[in-house]
């Protein structure tokens, strides 16, 4: 089966750095993706790592390591606003949809 | 209006009710997505829809039944319910399921309660 692993929760204080680990055992291997879920909203999308390597946006990177079936979110200089859930997507197959972790509760406290 | 919007955005149904889910997408997307999301439980794919046809099935009872009647509209018909189907329902969509970067916009969801 198809599978994603991350951490339940995580609490951190503002201006601190986190990271979210994510590893995968899925049949195929198109990318990896990054969610940010706020209570009662939408997710939305953070970043995508296809190749190897670190991905920067802002504030937040995301990594990719394939041989290691194993990513990561990081987030820099934390603020009251990161707390949410974040989550992992794989997509296993060409041309199918995505496959979520059950993602990380991020709590930012001041 | 903007993104993906989902009507209605709370319901509660008995087991016996028929009910139905609307999204509407404003982005020129081709593929449209339901997903299913429960507490402590990954989002789990429900069905796909690609230039209107369905692509994927995940599986899913009998019970939810999709239909896509453009790219720009998506529905879930709701009918004789479970209990354990209490959950909020997310639909998304993206430029196109084959080539896309992971990226999908997800509306902000159905939160659906069967008594």
């Known amino acids: 089966g198809q599978s994603l692993e991350q951490p339940s929760e995580v609490t951190a204080v503002e201006g601190a750095i986190v990271q979210i680990n994510c590893t995968y055992q899925?049949?195929?291997?198109?990318?990896l993706s990054w969610y940010q879920q706020h209570d009662g909203g939408a997710p939305t999308f953070l970043s995508y790592n296809a190749l190897d390597g670190l991905e920067e946006t802002g504030r937040f990177s995301s990594f990719l390591s394939r041989s290691d079936s194993y990513g990561y979110l990081l987030l820099q200089e934390l603020q009251m606003k990161d707390s949410a859930s974040y989550f992992c997507a794989v997509r296993a197959e060409a041309g199918t949809a995505l496959i979520f972790g059950k993602g990380t509760t991020l709590s930012v406290s001041s | 209006e903007t993104g993906v919007t989902q009507t209605p955005r709370h319901l509660v149904m008995g087991m016996t009710n028929k009910k139905s889910l609307k999204c509407e997408q404003h982005l020129g997307h081709n593929a449209m997505y339901w997903y299913k999301q429960s507490a402590k439980k990954p989002l789990e794919l429900m069905f796909v829809?690609?230039?209107?046809?369905?692509?994927e099935n995940n599986s899913v009872p009998s019970r939810f039944s999709p239909e896509c009647p453009n790219s720009s509209h998506l529905f879930l018909h709701l009918h004789t319910l479970q209990p354990e189907d209490s959950a909020l329902y997310l639909c998304a969509s993206s430029q196109d399921p084959v080539t896309n970067t992971g990226e999908l916009f997800f509306g902000e969801g159905s939160r659906l309660t069967v008594l």
């Open positions: 899925t049949s195929g291997f198109y990318g």
């Open positions: 829809y690609n230039f209107k046809e369905q692509t």
